[in-house]
Nanobody, 119 residues
Framework: QVQLVESGGGLVQPGGSLRLSCAQSESIRGINTMGWYRQAPGKQRELVAG???????NYADSVKGRFTISRDNAKNTVYLQMNSLKPEDTAVYYC?????????????WGQGTQVTVSS
């Protein structure tokens, strides 16, 4: 069964940095877009950043200039470099992969990794 395996979360002080990684357990044919979402307590899950197989990226306004998403297609891995972290970035971060297998939509989620920004 295909899995998205996340790593890199943890506790960091405001202004600090973390790097999240998400690796596909096996290459998933048809995946085009990979991204990161987050969900804080009592809030809806929201898109943080996404990247296509061609390298096009998009970011939530709240993280522009601080977070960078990148992708290593050879390793089937996506990264999220998070700098200048703020307490409001505290959330569970989820990796997402989506695409199509012929006419059928594909979507996979990671198990989530906790990011806590606190002094």
């Amino acid at each position: 069964q295909v899995q998205l395996v996340e790593s890199g979360g943890g506790l960091v002080q405001p202004g600090g940095s973390l790097r999240l990684s998400c690796a596909q357990s096996e290459s998933i044919r048809g995946i085009n877009t990979m991204g990161w979402y987050r969900q804080a307590p009592g809030k809806q899950r929201e898109l943080v950043a996404g990247i296509t197989s061609g390298g096009s990226t998009n970011y939530a306004d709240s993280v522009k200039g601080r977070f960078t998403i990148s992708r290593d297609n050879a390793k089937n891995t996506v990264y999220l470099q998070m700098n200048s972290l703020k307490p409001e970035d505290t959330a569970v971060y989820y990796c997402n992969a989506r695409g199509h297998d012929g006419p059928w939509p594909l979507e996979f989620w990671g198990q989530g990794t906790q990011v806590t920004v606190s002094s």
